[in-house]
DNA sequence: CTGTGGTTTGATATCGGTATCAACCAGACC
DNA sequence: GGTCTGGTTGATACCGATATCAAACCACAG
């Protein structure tokens, strides 16, 4: 008997149901310490019997607050993001939040229609994975006064707020270790870093710990890839085919170590005896390849879990200035260095 | 002289700017055709002049049409997912919709949630990837009368419509494919089947093959596993362990196989000397193992893709039925087998 | 000059809620 | 009793768009 369709059900149902008005009810449900248990209880009774399911795009706009969040990523389809997508949509779901994905393919004009989308179903936030935003992305976003945290790498000069470990300070740590373990000559294999903030952080990271090892940066041992298991194979090879072979590869990106390593097997090249590898990632994969490769443990997740965190903070008025949180990142060494 | 933030641009000073009425610029943007050309240009330059951005909320509201899709997935970290949701993305952003994703975390309790929260959200349309729902998601589902596609499995009882590739054909056809290819004893590995459809299709697909073939099915050949690397390994472990060894474990689960054939590298085992292996999805990392993983083709991005294209199909008011889609697989014979 | 039909435009009500402010009531206090 | 207080409740005006219907306009046929 309440199942036709057609008929939507409104709050005035509800409230000719319980006999009260409307307003009582939009109390009931969104304050009920402001209204008396009784009504209350007559109030939540009328929603079941009439089956009402609010009308979240009325009340938005009514009151001119929102409870949807909107995350864009370079893609969709990269796993890596997913521990990070995780933790964004844990947080919003406990506070009664929405979450919505779209997708900037790596470009800023594609980053720049999805904010655009968002800013038009009027978000109450906005989570970008990307740092670099074209002139009227940023134009729209101050416009429109909602709060961002920005994810990709610690930019020195954020919209707002951003979340994130450093990819500096990350490659620096892990081109230092495999100094430290008396590799000689290493090698650098990154994503193209032309429109990729997070790529060139890691170069300039690696080329820093050179510098500090007071080791020349041999360019012949630094590559740009695209991402993919055929790619870090590729690289690989081409590296070793070089007159003066690396004795290590730090793979920074994506899953390039796990084609070299299984390229490597191949081979029967030894590693890390023939070459030593290492990774940026913590995929769980990496601890499972033979061997087991070193690589950096990246707070993915909590990056998601404290972007959430900081908007939700900022729309429930408490924060208010713009904030940096560096998360910290750790080395895990294993039997491929 | 345009960006102050704090006041919102609203269609009426669109209007005002460019001399009409709200109505007008409404039309200019919605359905331009049935403005005169001049007009149109001064609206355009107007919005261009004010910055306007918008507002769906009230337009949605108004016109009591929605351009938001929900999905919701068991899983958001399952990468096996990612190729599903870049098709749905794709397809809807083409379109002018947006994406708005929930987890239901495996639980018909959790997708009833996920579902109310859409619903609330008064999405044109709901894609649900699990087929198994509680009366009252049901029940809600049917009040809306929003459309929905469920992607799961095939399921004989749709709520409305269904694009999926059929679990039980598959299975069975990876199991006929080891048969055909001489191995005798043929072990299954699934995951846990209780709250799983997609687990007990498979299973179901494995013993017809064995039926067809006249052969006995040994329950000691049948393991389910949580997912997982490690997983896939501890499954090969206990089957070789058993007094009669299966020649040829079909792993038909997430990243089982992948577990499973590293811990034979690490064994010595040859693959598919001592044992053969085959896997259920077409993850890249398959065909680069050593050696290279026999597995089924599945068409993860075309049931994303046809997804969306059904509902906006629906929504567009051009086809009215329901449907089921039953997309076709393929079996890819590698090495390992 | 009038009538007809088609195109372009605008006035107004409405979508389903919430903000705001006023009304009401019981008890506390003077 | 009168006044004040705090806690409940309701009337009404929006929020920012679109649906609907009527008016204005135009060209052209009769």
């Given at each position: 008997?309440?199942?036709?369709?057609?008929?939507?059900?409104?709050?005035?149902?509800?409230?000719?149901?319980?006999?009260?008005?409307?307003?009582?009810?939009?109390?009931?449900?969104?304050?009920?310490?402001?209204?008396?248990?009784?009504?209350?209880?007559?109030?939540?009774?009328?929603?079941?019997?009439?089956?009402?399911v609010?009308?979240?795009?009325?009340?938005?706009?009514?009151s001119?607050?929102?409870?949807?969040?909107?995350?864009?990523?370079?893609?969709?389809?990269?796993?890596?993001?997913?521990?990070?997508?995780?933790?964004?949509?844990?947080v919003?779901?406990?506070?009664?939040?929405?979450?919505?994905?779209?997708?900037?393919?790596?470009?800023?004009?594609?980053?720049e229609?999805?904010?655009?989308?968002?800013?038009?179903?009027?978000?109450?936030?906005?989570?970008?994975?990307?740092?670099?935003h074209?002139?009227?992305?940023?134009?729209?976003?101050?416009?429109?006064?909602?709060?961002?945290?920005?994810n990709?790498?610690?930019?020195?000069?954020?919209?707002?707020?951003?979340?994130?470990?450093?990819?500096?300070?990350?490659?620096?740590?892990?081109?230092?270790?495999?100094?430290?373990?008396?590799?000689?000559?290493?090698?650098?294999?990154?994503?193209?870093?032309?429109?990729?903030?997070?790529?060139?952080?890691?170069?300039?990271?690696?080329?820093?710990?050179?510098?500090?090892?007071?080791?020349?940066?041999?360019?012949a041992?630094?590559?740009?890839?695209?991402?993919?298991?055929?790619?870090?194979?590729?690289?690989?090879?081409?590296?070793?085919?070089?007159?003066?072979?690396?004795?290590?590869v730090?793979?920074?990106?994506?899953?390039?170590?796990?084609?070299?390593?299984?390229?490597?097997?191949?081979?029967?090249?030894?590693?890390?005896?023939?070459?030593?590898?290492?990774?940026?990632?913590?995929?769980?994969?990496?601890?499972h390849?033979?061997?087991?490769?070193?690589?950096?443990?990246?707070?993915r997740h909590?990056?998601?879990v404290?972007?959430?965190?900081?908007?939700?903070?900022?729309?429930?008025?408490?924060?208010?200035?713009?904030?940096?949180?560096d998360?910290?990142?750790?080395?895990?060494?294993?039997?491929?260095?």
């Amino acid at each position: 008997m309440e199942e036709s369709p057609g008929r939507t059900v409104r709050m005035r149902d509800v409230a000719r149901a319980a006999q009260v008005s409307t307003m009582t009810v939009s109390r009931a449900l969104n304050t009920p310490e402001r209204v008396s248990p009784e009504v209350r209880q007559r109030v939540a009774e009328a929603v079941q019997a009439v089956g009402y399911v609010p009308n979240r795009l009325a009340g938005s706009l009514s009151s001119r607050r929102s409870n949807m969040v909107g995350l864009v990523l370079p893609s969709i389809e990269n796993s890596l993001f997913a521990a990070t997508v995780k933790g964004v949509s844990d947080v919003l779901r406990r506070a009664g939040h929405h979450l919505m994905i779209a997708e900037s393919g790596y470009g800023p004009e594609a980053e720049e229609a999805a904010i655009r989308g968002f800013l038009e179903q009027r978000v109450a936030g906005l989570i970008l994975h990307d740092t670099l935003h074209t002139e009227e992305a940023v134009r729209l976003i101050r416009r429109a006064g909602v709060p961002v945290v920005e994810n990709g790498t610690l930019t020195p000069t954020p919209l707002d707020m951003v979340v994130s470990y450093s990819n500096r300070e990350a490659a620096r740590a892990m081109t230092r270790h495999l100094a430290r373990l008396g590799y000689r000559r290493i090698a650098l294999v990154t994503l193209p870093a032309a429109a990729n903030q997070r790529s060139r952080d890691r170069q300039a990271g690696y080329r820093a710990a050179l510098a500090e090892l007071r080791r020349a940066v041999d360019p012949a041992l630094m590559l740009e890839m695209p991402p993919g298991l055929a790619s870090g194979a590729e690289a690989l090879l081409r590296l070793m085919d070089r007159p003066r072979r690396p004795d290590a590869v730090f793979f920074a990106g994506d899953v390039l170590a796990v084609g070299a390593v299984l390229e490597c097997q191949r081979r029967g090249w030894s590693v890390p005896g023939d070459v030593a590898i290492a990774a940026f990632d913590n995929i769980d994969l990496l601890a499972h390849l033979n061997p087991p490769v070193t690589t950096l443990r990246l707070p993915r997740h909590e990056i998601g879990v404290r972007s959430a965190e900081m908007l939700l903070e900022r729309l429930s008025g408490r924060q208010t200035g713009p904030a940096a949180v560096d998360l910290r990142f750790e080395i895990i060494q294993r039997a491929s260095t």
